[in-house]
T-cell receptor, first 115, second 115 residues
Framework: DAGVIQSPRHEVTEMGQEVTLRCKPISGHNSLFWYRQTMMRGLELLIYFNNNVPIDDSGMPEDRFSAKMPNASFSTLKIQPSEPRDSAVYFC?????????????FGPGTRLTVT | AQSVTQPDIHITVSEGASLELRCNYS??????LFWYVQSPGQGLQLLLKYFSGDTLVQGIKGFEAEFKRSQSSFNLRKPSVHWSDAAEYFCAVGAGLTSYDKVIFGPGTSLSVIP
Protein backbone atom coordinates (compact mmCIF):
# COMPACT_ATOMS: atom_id res chain seq x y z
CA ASP A 1 0.00 0.00 0.00
CA ALA A 2 1.35 3.41 -0.96
CA GLY A 3 -0.05 5.11 2.10
CA VAL A 4 -1.58 8.56 2.08
CA ILE A 5 -0.21 10.60 -0.81
CA GLN A 6 0.04 14.37 -0.69
CA SER A 7 1.13 16.80 -3.37
CA PRO A 8 3.00 18.97 -3.68
CA ARG A 9 5.50 18.26 -0.90
CA HIS A 10 6.67 21.86 -0.91
CA GLU A 11 4.91 24.98 -2.14
CA VAL A 12 6.26 28.49 -2.18
CA THR A 13 3.89 31.20 -3.32
CA GLU A 14 3.38 34.92 -3.07
CA MET A 15 0.76 36.55 -0.93
CA GLY A 16 -2.54 36.83 -2.73
CA GLN A 17 -2.06 33.76 -4.90
CA GLU A 18 -4.34 30.74 -4.86
CA VAL A 19 -2.90 27.55 -3.39
CA THR A 20 -4.31 24.05 -3.86
CA LEU A 21 -3.11 21.12 -1.81
CA ARG A 22 -3.99 17.59 -2.85
CA CYS A 23 -4.50 14.33 -1.01
CA LYS A 24 -5.12 10.74 -2.00
CA PRO A 25 -6.22 8.65 0.99
CA ILE A 26 -5.50 4.98 1.48
CA SER A 27 -7.78 2.86 -0.67
CA GLY A 28 -10.76 1.60 1.29
CA HIS A 29 -10.57 4.30 3.96
CA ASN A 30 -13.81 6.20 4.42
CA SER A 31 -12.60 9.10 6.54
CA LEU A 32 -10.23 11.90 5.64
CA PHE A 33 -8.75 14.64 7.79
CA TRP A 34 -6.89 17.85 7.01
CA TYR A 35 -4.54 19.19 9.69
CA ARG A 36 -2.32 22.25 9.91
CA GLN A 37 0.87 22.25 11.97
CA THR A 38 2.70 25.38 13.11
CA MET A 39 5.16 26.08 15.88
CA MET A 40 2.78 28.51 17.52
CA ARG A 41 -0.46 26.54 17.38
CA GLY A 42 0.70 22.95 17.12
CA LEU A 43 -1.43 20.43 15.22
CA GLU A 44 -4.92 21.70 14.41
CA LEU A 45 -7.74 19.79 12.75
CA LEU A 46 -9.10 21.91 9.91
CA ILE A 47 -11.81 19.69 8.46
CA TYR A 48 -12.93 16.10 8.56
CA PHE A 49 -14.81 14.10 5.90
CA ASN A 50 -16.66 10.84 6.33
CA ASN A 51 -17.84 9.05 3.18
CA ASN A 52 -16.91 12.17 1.17
CA VAL A 53 -19.21 14.37 3.29
CA PRO A 54 -17.78 17.15 5.50
CA ILE A 55 -18.58 16.24 9.10
CA ASP A 56 -16.76 18.95 11.00
CA ASP A 57 -15.27 22.09 9.46
CA SER A 58 -15.15 24.13 12.65
CA GLY A 59 -11.37 24.27 12.44
CA MET A 60 -11.27 26.00 9.06
CA PRO A 61 -9.75 29.37 9.97
CA GLU A 62 -11.74 31.60 7.64
CA ASP A 63 -13.52 31.83 4.34
CA ARG A 64 -10.26 31.91 2.45
CA PHE A 65 -9.97 28.19 3.18
CA SER A 66 -12.11 25.60 1.43
CA ALA A 67 -11.93 21.82 1.11
CA LYS A 68 -13.59 19.34 -1.19
CA MET A 69 -13.76 15.60 -1.51
CA PRO A 70 -15.37 14.85 -4.89
CA ASN A 71 -14.80 11.11 -4.53
CA ALA A 72 -13.39 8.55 -2.15
CA SER A 73 -9.88 8.74 -3.57
CA PHE A 74 -9.21 12.47 -3.77
CA SER A 75 -9.45 15.61 -1.68
CA THR A 76 -8.25 19.17 -2.06
CA LEU A 77 -7.61 22.01 0.37
CA LYS A 78 -7.64 25.42 -1.27
CA ILE A 79 -6.49 28.74 0.12
CA GLN A 80 -7.56 31.83 -1.80
CA PRO A 81 -6.08 34.35 -1.43
CA SER A 82 -3.08 33.11 0.52
CA GLU A 83 -1.43 35.16 3.27
CA PRO A 84 1.98 34.85 5.00
CA ARG A 85 0.28 33.62 8.19
CA ASP A 86 -0.92 30.57 6.26
CA SER A 87 2.66 29.30 6.13
CA ALA A 88 2.63 25.90 7.81
CA VAL A 89 2.84 22.18 7.18
CA TYR A 90 -0.49 20.78 6.06
CA PHE A 91 -1.17 17.11 6.71
CA CYS A 92 -3.79 14.87 5.26
CA UNK A 93 -4.75 11.71 7.15
CA UNK A 94 -7.19 8.90 6.48
CA UNK A 95 -8.77 6.18 8.56
CA UNK A 96 -10.88 3.13 7.94
CA UNK A 97 -14.06 4.73 9.13
CA UNK A 98 -15.38 7.66 11.08
CA UNK A 99 -14.65 8.67 14.63
CA UNK A 100 -11.54 7.87 16.59
CA UNK A 101 -11.76 4.12 16.99
CA UNK A 102 -9.57 3.49 14.00
CA UNK A 103 -5.98 4.63 13.52
CA UNK A 104 -5.37 7.72 11.45
CA UNK A 105 -2.68 7.27 8.81
CA PHE A 106 -0.88 10.50 8.02
CA GLY A 107 0.64 11.61 4.76
CA PRO A 108 4.11 13.19 4.62
CA GLY A 109 2.67 16.70 4.59
CA THR A 110 2.90 19.74 2.34
CA ARG A 111 5.16 22.52 3.55
CA LEU A 112 3.58 25.81 2.43
CA THR A 113 5.51 29.05 2.46
CA VAL A 114 3.68 32.26 1.59
CA THR A 115 5.95 35.24 1.01
CA ALA B 1 -14.65 19.62 25.82
CA GLN B 2 -11.58 17.49 26.14
CA SER B 3 -8.05 18.89 26.20
CA VAL B 4 -4.54 17.57 26.61
CA THR B 5 -1.30 19.05 27.90
CA GLN B 6 2.27 17.91 27.62
CA PRO B 7 4.31 19.71 30.28
CA ASP B 8 7.70 19.11 28.67
CA ILE B 9 8.42 20.99 25.46
CA HIS B 10 11.82 19.36 24.97
CA ILE B 11 13.63 16.43 26.60
CA THR B 12 17.17 15.18 26.08
CA VAL B 13 18.24 11.69 27.12
CA SER B 14 21.31 9.57 26.57
CA GLU B 15 21.07 6.51 24.37
CA GLY B 16 20.29 3.48 26.52
CA ALA B 17 18.67 5.53 29.26
CA SER B 18 15.03 5.17 30.22
CA LEU B 19 12.42 7.63 29.03
CA GLU B 20 9.15 8.97 30.36
CA LEU B 21 7.10 11.57 28.51
CA ARG B 22 4.27 13.17 30.43
CA CYS B 23 0.72 13.70 29.26
CA ASN B 24 -2.24 15.08 31.20
CA TYR B 25 -5.78 15.24 29.91
CA SER B 26 -8.93 17.02 30.90
CA UNK B 27 -12.23 15.28 30.33
CA UNK B 28 -15.14 14.44 32.60
CA UNK B 29 -15.76 10.88 31.47
CA UNK B 30 -13.49 8.04 30.41
CA UNK B 31 -11.21 9.37 27.69
CA UNK B 32 -9.77 7.57 24.73
CA LEU B 33 -6.02 8.21 24.71
CA PHE B 34 -3.32 7.99 22.08
CA TRP B 35 0.38 8.54 21.58
CA TYR B 36 1.71 9.44 18.14
CA VAL B 37 5.31 9.93 16.99
CA GLN B 38 6.50 12.25 14.25
CA SER B 39 9.96 11.70 12.82
CA PRO B 40 11.62 14.67 11.13
CA GLY B 41 9.98 15.52 7.83
CA GLN B 42 7.35 12.84 8.19
CA GLY B 43 3.71 12.52 9.16
CA LEU B 44 2.50 11.20 12.48
CA GLN B 45 2.44 7.48 13.28
CA LEU B 46 0.37 5.83 16.00
CA LEU B 47 2.46 4.30 18.80
CA LEU B 48 -0.33 3.01 21.02
CA LYS B 49 -3.85 3.72 22.22
CA TYR B 50 -6.00 3.16 25.29
CA PHE B 51 -9.74 2.64 25.08
CA SER B 52 -10.52 0.40 28.06
CA GLY B 53 -9.28 -2.58 30.03
CA ASP B 54 -5.71 -3.00 31.23
CA THR B 55 -4.34 0.42 32.12
CA LEU B 56 -0.84 -0.52 30.95
CA VAL B 57 -0.79 -0.45 27.17
CA GLN B 58 1.95 -1.85 24.98
CA GLY B 59 2.76 -0.23 21.67
CA ILE B 60 5.13 -0.46 18.77
CA LYS B 61 8.88 0.18 18.93
CA GLY B 62 9.09 -0.96 22.55
CA PHE B 63 6.94 1.84 23.97
CA GLU B 64 4.32 1.50 26.67
CA ALA B 65 1.96 3.90 28.40
CA GLU B 66 0.00 3.77 31.63
CA PHE B 67 -3.42 5.30 32.14
CA LYS B 68 -3.90 6.72 35.64
CA ARG B 69 -7.41 8.02 36.13
CA SER B 70 -6.65 9.51 39.55
CA GLN B 71 -3.91 11.66 38.07
CA SER B 72 -5.57 12.29 34.69
CA SER B 73 -2.36 11.11 33.09
CA PHE B 74 -1.24 8.87 30.27
CA ASN B 75 2.56 8.90 30.39
CA LEU B 76 4.66 7.23 27.72
CA ARG B 77 7.67 5.13 28.71
CA LYS B 78 10.50 3.23 27.16
CA PRO B 79 13.10 1.34 29.21
CA SER B 80 16.04 1.93 26.87
CA VAL B 81 16.08 4.69 24.27
CA HIS B 82 17.69 4.26 20.86
CA TRP B 83 19.09 7.10 18.76
CA SER B 84 16.32 6.46 16.23
CA ASP B 85 13.73 7.43 18.84
CA ALA B 86 14.64 11.10 18.42
CA ALA B 87 11.38 12.64 17.22
CA GLU B 88 8.36 14.67 18.24
CA TYR B 89 5.83 12.86 20.42
CA PHE B 90 2.18 13.82 20.60
CA CYS B 91 -0.38 12.75 23.15
CA ALA B 92 -3.98 12.91 21.99
CA VAL B 93 -7.42 12.47 23.53
CA GLY B 94 -10.82 11.60 22.12
CA ALA B 95 -14.18 11.87 23.82
CA GLY B 96 -16.40 9.38 22.03
CA LEU B 97 -16.59 6.71 19.39
CA THR B 98 -19.23 8.11 17.07
CA SER B 99 -18.33 9.22 13.57
CA TYR B 100 -18.69 12.81 14.78
CA ASP B 101 -15.98 12.56 17.41
CA LYS B 102 -12.46 13.75 16.80
CA VAL B 103 -9.04 13.53 18.37
CA ILE B 104 -7.45 16.53 20.07
CA PHE B 105 -3.66 16.61 19.96
CA GLY B 106 -1.37 18.01 22.62
CA PRO B 107 1.41 20.48 21.79
CA GLY B 108 4.04 17.77 21.52
CA THR B 109 7.33 16.94 23.24
CA SER B 110 10.53 17.01 21.23
CA LEU B 111 12.95 14.23 22.17
CA SER B 112 16.68 14.46 21.52
CA VAL B 113 18.95 11.45 22.06
CA ILE B 114 22.63 11.85 22.92
CA PRO B 115 24.80 9.05 21.51
Amino acid sequence: DAGVIQSPRHEVTEMGQEVTLRCKPISGHNSLFWYRQTMMRGLELLIYFNNNVPIDDSGMPEDRFSAKMPNASFSTLKIQPSEPRDSAVYFCASSLTGGIAYEQYFGPGTRLTVT
Amino acid sequence: AQSVTQPDIHITVSEGASLELRCNYSYGATPYLFWYVQSPGQGLQLLLKYFSGDTLVQGIKGFEAEFKRSQSSFNLRKPSVHWSDAAEYFCAVGAGLTSYDKVIFGPGTSLSVIP
